[in-house]
C-alpha cells in the first residue's frame, strides 16, 4: 500500500497502520474508543477542520482544489449528522477519526490532505475548547434568565417582611425580596466567574500538532480568528497537554451548582407544610406513589443531589490532570465524560430553575406570622438603648434579661408594657413602640446592602440595568 491509500484516517482496516503486525483486540478496540460520548464533539470538529484547511489553502499548502472538495465533504457530512445519516463506527475510535474516514470517502485525496499539518492532539483540545465556549455562552443566558426571574419574584416583595435566619433560627426580620436577592448576588458573580474562565477557553491550541509544532508554514493567528479564538495557546506542549480551562469551567460550574443547592435547600424548606412560606406550581412537584397527600419538590431535591455530581466531575478533572507529564497523554481522552457531564447538569439545572421560579406563590402571612415569633426585634431594641446612650454591651445584656422573662411568661417583647419594659432599663420611652414592629426594624436598616424595602428597590434597579447592559 501507498502511504496515501494505507489508512482512510485510522485503524478502520484493523490494524492501525503498517507499523503493526496484527489489527487491535475487540476488548482493546471497546475500551480506547471514545466515539460513543465524543461523538458530540462532531460540529466544533468540522469547524476546526475547515478553518484548518483555510489556512493550509491560504498558506499554499494545499490546492484550492483540495479546500474545495474539503468544503464540500463537510457540508455532506454536517448534513449526513444533522439527518442521523452518519454512521459512527467504533472501528475508528473517535469522532476525528470517523469524519476524517467519511472525508476521504467522499472527497479522496483532499481528504487525505486535511490531516497536514495537524495531530488528534490538538485537533481535539481545539474541539472540546469550541464546545465548551459555546455552553458557557448558554450557561451565561440562562444565569441571566434565572437572575431576572428572581428580580421579577422579589420586585413585589421587596415590602414582605419573612424572618432572617441565623443557626436556622429566626434572628431578625428581613424582607423576602431582600432575601431572594441574596441568591441574585451570588448567581451574578458565578456569572462574572463563567465569563473569567471564557477568556482562557478562547485560545487556540491548533497548529500545536502532536506536541511540538509543524514543519509546514502555517498560520495560527489566521485560524484562530476564523474561529473566533482571543489568541493563541503560545507553547504547542501546554496547548495540547493542559486540561486547567475545563477543570476552570468544572469549579465554577461546582460553584454555581453550590448557590442553586442553597437555594434549593430553602424552597424546600419553604414548602414544607410546617412552614408555608411559598408554594411551587404542580409541574414543578411530584406526588407520592402510596400517601394521597403528599407534594413533593422533586426538582429541588434533585438540583440538590445533583450539586454532588458535578463536585464529582470537578474532582475526576483534577485527579485526571494530577502527576500527568507533558505532554499529550491519551488520560486526557477521559476528560470528556465529566466535562459533558457538568455542562448538561449545570445547564438543565439553571434552565428548570428559571422557569420553575416564575412558578412560585409566595404567602406573606404565614412569612409574618413566623417573623413575630422569636424575638426578631431584640436586636432594635438593642440599638435602640445605645442610640439613648447606653454602650452596646449593656443594652445587649438589658434586652437579654428581658427576652428571657418574656421566654419564661410565653410572650413577646411586644406584649410588655411600658411600664414593665421600664423595669429592664429606664432609657426606653414611648417611641420604643415604633422600633418593636417588623416594618420599623426592616425600614430602619436603610443603608446600601441593608433590608429596608427602599434599599431592595434600589437594588431592583440597578441589577435589571446591569442585566439589560449585558
Ligand atoms: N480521542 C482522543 C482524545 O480524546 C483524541 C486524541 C488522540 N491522540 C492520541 N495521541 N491518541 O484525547
Redesign the pocket.
Known amino acids: 500500500m501507498t502511504a496515501s491509500s494505507s489508512s482512510n484516517g485510522g485503524n478502520g482496516g484493523g490494524t492501525w497502520s503498517e507499523r503493526f503486525s496484527e489489527p487491535v483486540s475487540q476488548l482493546v478496540k471497546r475500551y480506547t474508543a471514545?466515539v460513543n460520548f465524543?461523538q458530540r464533539l462532531a460540529l466544533c470538529d468540522i469547524d476546526g477542520s475547515l478553518a484548518h484547511a483555510e489556512m493550509l489553502c491560504a498558506q499554499h499548502i494545499i490546492t484550492e482544489q483540495d479546500y474545495a472538495d474539503i468544503r464540500r465533504g463537510m457540508a455532506q457530512i454536517r448534513e449526513e449528522i444533522a439527518t442521523g445519516q452518519f454512521t459512527w463506527s467504533l472501528d475508528r475510535?473517535?469522532?476525528?477519526?470517523n469524519i476524517e474516514s467519511r472525508l476521504i470517502e467522499i472527497a479522496g485525496d483532499a481528504g487525505r490532505r486535511l490531516h497536514t499539518g495537524r495531530?488528534?492532539?490538538d485537533?481535539?483540545?481545539t474541539d472540546?475548547r469550541l464546545y465548551l465556549r459555546a455552553a458557557i455562552d448558554d450557561i451565561a443566558n440562562l444565569l441571566k434568565e434565572l437572575r431576572l426571574a428572581l428580580v421579577n419574584l422579589a420586585e413585589p416583595h421587596a415590602a414582605t417582611i419573612m424572618p432572617g435566619f441565623t443557626h436556622l433560627q429566626v434572628a431578625q426580620p428581613v424582607t423576602f425580596g431582600h432575601h431572594l436577592l441574596a441568591y441574585v448576588e451570588m448567581f451574578g458573580r458565578d456569572a462574572e466567574r463563567m465569563a473569567d474562565c471564557r477568556k482562557r477557553v478562547n485560545r487556540l491550541p491548533l497548529g500545536a500538532a502532536?506536541l511540538a509544532g509543524t514543519t509546514f508554514p502555517i498560520d495560527r493567528m489566521r485560524v484562530a480568528k476564523t474561529l473566533g479564538f482571543d489568541d493563541i495557546c503560545h507553547n504547542s506542549l501546554d496547548a495540547v497537554s493542559d486540561r486547567d480551562f475545563a477543570i476552570e469551567f468544572c469549579a465554577a460550574a461546582a460553584l454555581t451548582m453550590t448557590h442553586i443547592s442553597r437555594l434549593s435547600e430553602e424552597l424546600i424548606l419553604w414548602m414544607s407544610p410546617r412552614v408555608g412560606f411559598i408554594d411551587i406550581a404542580d409541574r414543578f412537584c411530584t406526588g407520592s406513589s402510596i400517601m394521597p397527600q403528599k407534594k413533593n419538590p422533586d426538582v429541588p431535591e434533585l438540583a440538590r443531589g445533583k450539586t454532588g455530581r458535578v463536585n464529582g466531575d470537578l474532582i475526576s478533572l483534577l485527579t485526571l490532570m494530577k502527576g500527568q507529564p507533558l505532554a499529550?497523554?491519551?488520560d486526557?481522552?477521559?476528560?470528556?465524560e465529566p466535562l459533558f457531564d457538568a455542562i448538561d447538569t449545570v445547564t438543565d439545572t439553571l434552565r428548570i430553575f428559571a422557569d420553575m421560579a416564575t412558578g412560585i406563590t409566595v404567602k406573606p402571612e404565614a412569612m409574618r406570622a413566623a417573623a413575630l415569633q422569636g424575638y426578631a426585634t431584640a436586636t432594635d431594641l438593642a440599638d435602640y438603648l445605645v442610640k439613648k446612650g447606653l454602650a452596646f454591651r449593656d443594652s445587649h445584656g438589658v434586652v437579654a434579661r428581658a427576652v428571657r422573662i418574656c421566654a419564661e411568661r410565653g410572650c413577646d417583647l411586644t406584649d410588655l408594657t411600658l411600664a414593665e419594659l421600664r423595669e429592664f432599663s429606664p432609657l426606653i420611652e414611648a417611641d420604643v413602640a415604633a422600633v418593636l414592629t417588623l416594618e420599623g426594624s426592616v425600614a430602619a436598616r436603610a443603608h446600601a446592602g441593608g433590608t429596608a424595602p427602599e434599599q431592595v428597590k434600589a437594588s431592583i434597579a440597578r441589577i435589571r440595568a446591569q442585566l439589560s447592559a449585558s
Not at 93 to 97: A, R
Open positions: 471514545s465524543d475510535e473517535d469522532v476525528h477519526m495531530s488528534r492532539n485537533q481535539v483540545a472540546v502532536a499529550y497523554n491519551k486526557n481522552q477521559e476528560d470528556k
